[in-house]
């Protein structure tokens, strides 16, 4: 069909035909753009006749674009177009001179003999010479035919509806999901379409972001709502394209036609009726959908605390290289906060993609108690606080009395292949040094799906996601109270013996552990990560004690290598603090007797844990898991036949399904994508026409709009109704046999002695006629004073 | 020039007695009264402005500008059998019959040269015994003006040779049913018989 459609009713001036594109377009357009019309007055004279030039009217019948003879046209016609009726009409009659008739036996074909054939009806003009016909209904189809054998003579009468019959009974198959928001006429094309209808001169109207789904259903009914709720009617229109022309109070229009008393027929007169039963009291209802830019993170934040008699315990004595000293009683026991659970998720449209627990409670924090001093090869004591007061293994602390701290912070971040799901910059510290030694998940889920997981339909093989929404894996990070573990001697070269005292000026906790601090690790640190409650403590300040670090990262990914929707392998790596101890060869010795080429503790990738998933057929599968050590040798393997389904569902992100072919325009496209899916809220408004209500007995509706987007549409739609509840109707034979004229238009029509000179919404047009005589225009309309 | 028939108009009108359905009605027993009416397809329409519009039906490009049909009325004494049997049997037969009464019909056109148009009634030559192109002539006038080159007629067919508004005088055979045929004897050996032919037309 034509993508630029345009109809110039009636021009006056050449301005009226100029048009202009703007930018870029006016290439596209270059030499696709043509345009031509016909202006002639004399149609317009033969139309609306205003002196005594006959206009020589008449009626052509086509079908299958063969015009009927006029010879065979022997009965009378009609054809009615109206904004209340889906279909259009019409009907012919034909005088039957043998059983064949003019179109054939409907005894042939059991049913009119115009088949599946179009029926095209068309009113005629004679000017100069030729013929002007005006399409009344293009495409159309006979419904029935009736053949009348009777002292009247024989007569076939057949009736049809346009073009719409051929397709407003199909039912279609068609869902957008919440926040689609395609233009309704878009909608009301994609469901024509569905229909194998392809003639439509749709105006767009307002965004619909509610759900359709119209699954093997009547799609014509889902189309009129729409369009209703708009202030359009749905119907074919005279050259056969869907159309949704405007109904109801105009706003804004220019007329089309303005009458005079000498255009209206004196034998039918023009009739205006006002009721006086209408409506002054309409309360709509309906369900507003939400939208969310970006479908952006939704935070939750749950807090568990307990309170309970306690006091912070404090220790007996405080430790210096000289000696100890008692310390005094700590406070007495009290109602306080005893511990406290903070656990936080974020969700993307009710998916989780982060969590966060965080666990309060009091501790105190250990740190270094005894220095080796070579000097005196003997443990000299460091300052701490403590509960013994001997050289004993007791654990020194840094603080007299337990501090509220932060204890433990689990973070888990869930991956999809879709856009927005990579981690912040400032949370990627150990992946640049911390990989695994197999390759694979772990460095490339930070920043970009593994190059590994293209071949399985994940991401675009460039490292960025496809937005296909299928869950790619994810990471927990584990942070807890720890002290790293270093060596408290070391020799020159691996076949030189360790010293038998360890070196000077080595430190180790009260239980013996070496202290490990030197080596890069990852405190917890309230300004970068996230704020600290509060007067709560995260570890010893400083880089000689314990502290709150990262003890363990866990990624975990999942692979569809059959494309499936089926998981068929899960890896998860595991990162922690590790010193190898299994070499020779050592240069480090630490405080329980081990050697290791590790001067102190590193964190690093430890094991990888494969879990595959064998299909053997629909009802079952494999599961197997093994567990690769930290030189990739396969240390154990757990096998489990016989299981149940076809293996595990691959995760999906539960986001609308946006194939982007509904969409003409990126903007259209971000707009759907940003919208919430299924959250909505109901609407009410309620509209007093109280003016009317000083002349009209109060006449209320209540009812349900499904398709309104908000309250401010509500109020439109409720302005309407008792706009045409108190429109007056108003019905007039032309003088002339008007083809022109059609449901929509505006009119402007003045008929002084009954008062009316008024806008007029075209609301039904019909012509008749029959053989040898008057072919007629009658017209109805609204009158909207309200 | 002047010629025979009624008033010796030049255009030869009851010249012959009339021919009904291949008949010649005799002299004798022929029609004793005929009388003809048409009625106008041009349609008036009032308005509400007290004014009026008018409009025709539209039958085509090549039809004349107003298409009447005529219905004759036709009384005859009884005196010749074969007349009578003549009228009875077109009456009988439930079909339209050939009539020429032997007078001209009038039709109008705005033609273009070249063109061609349609006679509501084919012209009478070749069909009714002793009419001809040169018994009957077409008499032609263009824009009021008589120009009897402006068209040529043959069988129904008129083509244009000027252009403008063509009348058309022409003996025609009307296409008639026979209706309400009344026969009466109003006194002994004095019967009488009359009808209504009205026309039916074929483009």
């Known amino acids: 069909m034509a993508d630029l459609y345009c109809k110039v009713a009636e021009v006056t001036s050449d301005a009226e035909l100029l048009a202009e594109v703007f930018g870029v377009e006016a290439a596209k357009l270059d030499s696709e753009l043509d345009a031509e019309f016909t202006s002639d007055a004399a149609a317009e004279a033969a139309a609306r006749p205003r002196d005594l030039t006959p206009s020589v009217v008449g009626f052509e019948l086509r079908v299958d674009g063969v015009a009927l003879d006029l010879a065979d046209c022997t009965g009378g016609w009609s054809v009615s177009r109206s904004l209340d009726q889906r279909l259009q009409t019409w009907q012919v009659e034909f005088v039957l001179n043998d059983e064949d008739g003019p179109l054939g036996n409907p005894f042939d074909v059991l049913g009119p003999p115009t088949c599946l054939k179009t029926v095209d009806l068309y009113g005629v003009y004679l000017i100069s010479g030729a013929t002007v016909a005006v399409p009344l209904i293009v495409g159309g189809i006979a419904d029935m035919t009736t053949r009348t054998g009777s002292l009247g003579g024989y007569i076939e009468s057949m009736s049809g509806v346009d073009r719409g019959g051929r397709h407003d009974r199909k039912v279609v198959t068609l869902v957008l999901q919440p926040g689609h928001g395609l233009p309704r006429g878009r909608v009301v094309r994609e469901l024509a379409k569905e229909a194998g209808e392809t003639q439509y001169l749709l105006d767009d109207g307002r965004l619909c972001t509610k759900e359709v789904q119209v699954v093997d259903g009547d799609w014509t009914s889902v189309a009129a709502e729409l369009m209703d709720t708009e202030g359009r009617a749905l119907l074919w229109n005279r050259d056969g394209y869907l159309t949704n022309p405007k109904r109801g109070r105009p706003v804004g229009e220019t007329s089309t036609w303005e009458l005079t008393e000498a255009d209206f027929d004196a034998s039918s007169g023009v009739s205006v009726s006002h009721m006086a039963d209408i409506l002054t009291d309409v309360t709509l209802t309906g369900w507003q959908q939400i939208a969310r830019d970006g479908c952006d993170r939704e935070e939750k934040t749950t807090e568990t605390e307990v309170r309970t008699i306690y006091a912070p315990y404090r220790q007996g004595y405080t430790q210096t290289i000289g000696g100890y000293a008692a310390t005094s009683p700590g406070e007495a026991a009290k109602l306080r906060r005893y511990s406290l659970v903070v656990q936080e998720s974020e969700s993307i449209c009710n998916t989780v993609v982060f969590e966060r627990t965080r666990r309060f409670g009091w501790r105190n924090w250990e740190v270094l108690r005894y220095q080796w001093d070579g000097t005196d090869d003997e443990w000299d004591k460091l300052t701490c606080y403590t509960d013994e007061n001997s050289d004993g293994s007791a654990p020194g602390y840094s603080y007299l009395d337990e501090r509220w701290s932060l204890l433990e912070r689990v973070d888990t971040r869930y991956y999809y292949d879709r856009s927005g799901f990579r981690l912040d910059s400032n949370r990627n510290i150990y992946t640049e040094t911390s990989t695994s030694s197999l390759g694979g998940v772990a460095p490339g889920l930070w920043n970009a799906p593994p190059i590994d997981w293209v071949a399985y339909g994940r991401g675009d093989g460039g490292g960025n996601v496809t937005d296909n929404n299928f869950y790619l894996g994810r990471i927990i990070e584990t942070w807890q109270p720890y002290r790293i573990e270093g060596h408290i001697k070391e020799r020159g070269q691996a076949s030189d013996p360790f010293p038998d005292e360890p070196d000077n000026g080595s430190s180790v906790y009260g239980d013996g552990r070496a202290d490990g601090s030197g080596v890069t690790a990852w405190f917890f640190q309230p300004g970068a990560w996230a704020a600290l409650e509060e007067g709560a403590v995260s570890g010893v300040s400083g880089s000689t004690g314990e502290g709150l670090m990262l003890v363990g990262v866990d990624v975990q990914a999942s692979y569809d290598e059959l494309d499936g929707g089926w998981v068929t392998r899960d890896v998860t790596d595991r990162f922690r603090w590790f010193r190898d101890r299994t070499e020779t060869g050592l240069f480090f010795y630490a405080s329980d007797g081990t050697a290791s080429n590790y001067e102190n503790e590193q964190f690093e990738w430890v094991t990888r844990e494969t879990t595959t998933y064998t299909p053997l057929d629909e009802a079952t599968h494999v599961k197997q898991v093994s567990t690769a050590n930290s030189v990739g040798a396969v240390a154990n393997v757990v096998t489990e036949t016989g299981l149940e389904g076809y293996g595990p569902a691959l995760p999906r992100l539960d986001l609308e399904e946006l194939s982007g072919d509904g969409y003409e325009t990126g903007e259209q496209d971000e707009f759907a994508r940003s919208a919430a899916r299924k959250s909505t809220k109901q609407i009410k408004v309620q509209v007093i026409a109280t003016g009317l209500e000083t002349c009209h007995t109060k006449g209320v509706l209540k009812t349900e709009m499904p398709w309104a987007e908000d309250e401010d549409e509500l109020v439109e739609i409720a302005e309407r109704m008792i706009a045409d509840s108190a429109a007056a109707t108003i019905s007039a034979t032309l003088a002339g046999c008007n083809y022109f004229v059609e449901p929509g238009q505006l009119h402007r029509w003045k008929f002084r002695p009954i008062g009316l000179d008024h806008d007029i919404r075209i609301t039904s047009v019909t012509w008749s006629g029959s053989v040898g005589g008057r072919a007629t225009c009658t017209v109805e309309g609204k009158v909207y004073g309200w | ?203």
């Open chain 2, 1 to 203: 020039m002047p010629s025979g028939g009624y008033l010796y108009w030049t255009q030869n009108w009851f010249d012959q007695q009339p021919w009904l359905d291949g008949r010649q009605l005799s002299a004798v027993g022929g029609p004793s009264q005929i009388s003809w009416a048409s009625a106008s397809g041009l349609i008036i329409v009032p308005t509400c402005a007290g004014t009026h519009v008018l409009q025709r039906p539209y039958y085509g490009t090549d039809a004349p500008s107003d298409r009447r049909r005529l219905a004759f009325q036709l009384s005859m004494l009884c005196d010749d059998y074969d007349d009578y049997r003549a009228l009875a049997r077109a009456a009988a037969k439930g079909s339209a019959i050939n009539w020429w009464p032997g007078v001209y019909a009038t039709e109008v056109f705005t033609i273009a040269a070249g063109s061609t148009y349609k006679l509501a009634r084919p012209v009478a030559w070749g069909t009714i015994t002793g009419v001809t192109s040169t018994t009957h002539p077409l008499d032609l006038y263009l824009d009021g003006v008589q120009d009897l080159t402006a068209a040529t007629v043959g069988g129904q067919t008129v083509t244009a040779v000027g252009a403008g508004v063509l009348e058309i005088h022409y003996s025609p055979v009307f296409k008639v049913v026979v209706l309400d045929l009344a026969q009466e004897v109003t006194e002994p050996n004095l019967m009488h018989v009359s009808c209504t032919l009205e026309e039916v037309l074929t483009v």
